[in-house]
């Protein structure tokens, strides 16, 4: 079942702004994983944030995670027309060793 | 980086057909591999954990004599889906991770199998 929920559904942005997305779950987490899927395609790993983390960069990209709120963001700095995709986030609980995916944002860039 | 490769890439066939996908490792050894379901403008929707020299797990609500997953060595899990029918149609895609890794780290996701049944 899925746990976590994200949102925006959708979002449409023209090249060169930022694009935040967040994701909320429900039950205590091990760690999270943002993950991105091009159209007709499998997953790329992104970040992975451990529930003792809060903040975590690569790039372009910088992940928080507060496990207060139970709520993470994925922030992508002057976004390309190639960011176009749909991007997930997942969690691993304490005791499995399985992702549990949210419902995704699909990420339009404009050029 | 770890490489997983999946085939074939799209598969289309009559109703009444069993279509076999594969999931290989190609870089690293994977004790478990995963298999997942996703419709159209969805999130996926895990089926079955595979792990090597044993039966699969699979998720409540998934046929297990529908979808049959084999896992007989550290490079390579199948999916079998028996007998298919319209309704199976979607795209599924396996993820591997390798043997010594524990849940802190990425799956390696293939590129995933997009199946029409006519």
């Known amino acids: 079942s899925q746990q976590g929920e994200e949102d925006p559904q959708a979002l449409s942005i023209q090249e060169g702004e930022n694009a935040t997305m967040n994701c909320s779950y429900k039950?205590?987490?091990?760690?999270l994983q943002w993950y991105r899927q091009n159209s007709g395609r499998g997953l790329v790993h992104l970040i992975l944030?451990?529930?003792?983390?809060r903040e975590k960069h690569s790039g372009r990209l910088r992940v928080t995670l507060d496990t207060s709120k139970k709520s993470s963001s994925l922030l992508i700095t002057a976004s390309r027309a190639a960011d176009t995709a749909s991007y997930f986030c997942?969690?691993?609980?304490?005791?499995?060793?399985?992702?549990?995916f949210g419902a995704g944002t699909i990420l339009r860039v404009k050029s | 980086g770890a490489v997983v490769s999946q085939h074939p890439s799209r598969v289309i066939c009559k109703s009444g057909t069993s279509v076999k996908i594969e999931c290989r490792s190609l870089?690293?050894?994977?004790?478990?591999m995963f298999w997942y379901r996703q419709f159209p403008k969805q999130s996926l929707m895990l089926m079955a954990t595979?792990?090597?020299?044993?039966?699969?797990?699979?998720e409540q609500g998934v046929e297990k004599d529908k979808f049959l997953i084999n896992h007989a060595s550290l490079t390579l899990s199948t999916l079998t889906v028996t007998s298919a029918h319209p309704e199976d149609s979607s795209f599924y895609i396996c993820?591997?991770?390798?043997?010594?890794?524990?849940?802190?780290?990425?799956?390696?996701f293939g590129d995933g199998t997009r199946l029409s049944i006519l």
């Open positions: 997942a969690t691993v609980g304490f005791y499995g060793n399985k992702l549990v």
């Open positions: 039950t205590s987490i091990n760690n």
């Open positions: 870089d690293f050894q994977a004790t478990t």
């Open positions: 993820s591997a991770r390798f043997y010594r890794d524990g849940s802190n780290q990425p799956q390696h």
């Open positions: 595979s792990n090597e020299g044993s039966k699969a797990t699979y």
């Open positions: 944030i451990r529930s003792n983390e």
